[in-house]
């Protein structure tokens, strides 16, 4: 196995809602009514499908699946990954997401006869609504999460594995923000998380020259987390990569995961009373007082 790795608001929801971390981000997708008339409209462009395999090891696999495509999403596509995203919202033993795409390689965005169905400014603007919410939700799961990334992660796809925790890349894949080609700017929430990921910066490169990134640049300006050979089947060393991170009970593991969404989109002083609050969560239970019995003594 050959693997690299280098390191890994005020928000608009109060910390109250940490206990369940934030179950639907209806701050970022508001008005029921438009929501559903945007959801029939995308039921009209099927194909392809979004397949999840939750493990009993406490680590799940989210597969983008339409190769002939490469892996566009479809109508019937974005749909099934906000299902998907609530399955997982209710696994309570789950740890860890592995994010990838079918055939080799990761996704290139939407499907363009879906777009050009949709191509008016107002159910444009209920579109990215609707994929704000779901990637947003995803990113704020209770789950550590990695996108797996090989072959070619273009537009909405590029927007997608900023919806994970972490990165790993196969030699030769590549991530393109090429939205300036299609007239567009990210939309789906990609421009906002790729600045906290690898600074305004490098985000205003990548997007105002669509550039291409290669998996040594993306470990360069931090949007890559390793490179993982094919050699030994990457998804089985991205797992074992995640299982460094997503080891250990579940509750343990779940609640690192909140603090630090805490601290990432809370103002510090509620940040603060979230941390407290997911600290009592654990303290004195069963994990606790196991290890306190195994270490009674410093050494």
């Known amino acids: ?3 690299r790795c280098v390191g890994p608001r005020r928000s608009l929801l109060s910390h109250n809602a940490l206990g369940g971390l934030w179950p639907r981000a209806k701050a970022v997708c508001s008005g029921a009514a438009g929501s559903e008339e945007i959801e ?6 099927p194909g392809g499908s979004v397949d999840l395999v939750k493990k009993e090891c406490g680590i799940a696999v989210l597969t983008i699946s339409n190769p002939e495509r490469m892996n566009a999403f479809s109508g019937t596509m974005m749909l099934q990954l906000q299902e998907q995203v609530t399955q997982l919202e209710g696994w309570r033993e789950g740890k860890g997401l592995v994010v990838r795409g079918a055939a080799g390689t990761f996704c290139s965005g939407s499907d363009l006869n879906a777009v050009r169905a949709i191509s008016n400014p107002e159910d444009g603007v209920k579109m990215c609504k ?3 919410d779901t990637l947003t939700r995803l990113l704020r799961l209770p789950l550590i999460s990695v996108a797996l990334v090989e072959g070619r992660a273009l537009g909405g796809g590029a927007e997608l594995t900023t919806a994970c925790d972490f990165r790993l890349m196969t030699p030769g894949s590549e991530i393109q923000f090429v939205h300036k080609h299609m007239g567009l700017v990210p939309g789906w929430g990609g421009a906002a998380r790729l600045v906290r990921i690898v600074g305004s910066q490098n985000a205003l490169k990548l997007l105002s ?3 291409k990134v290669n998996s040594s640049y993306a470990e360069q300006i931090g949007l890559s987390d390793g490179v993982v050979s094919p050699e030994g089947g990457t998804l089985v060393q991205t797992e074992r990569w995640l299982s460094s991170f997503a080891g250990g009970p579940a509750p343990v593991v779940r609640a690192v995961k909140k603090v630090v969404l805490s601290g990432r989109e809370l103002p510090l002083s509620d940040a603060l009373v979230a941390e407290r609050d997911i600290f009592g969560t654990v303290w004195g239970a069963p994990t606790n007082l196991e290890a306190l019995a195994r270490k009674s003594k410093h050494k």
């Open 1 to 3: 196995m050959a693997l």
């Open 40 to 45: 029939k409209k995308l039921l009209a462009f």
């Open 130 to 132: 609707f994929m704000q």
């Open 209 to 211: 020259a669509a550039q």
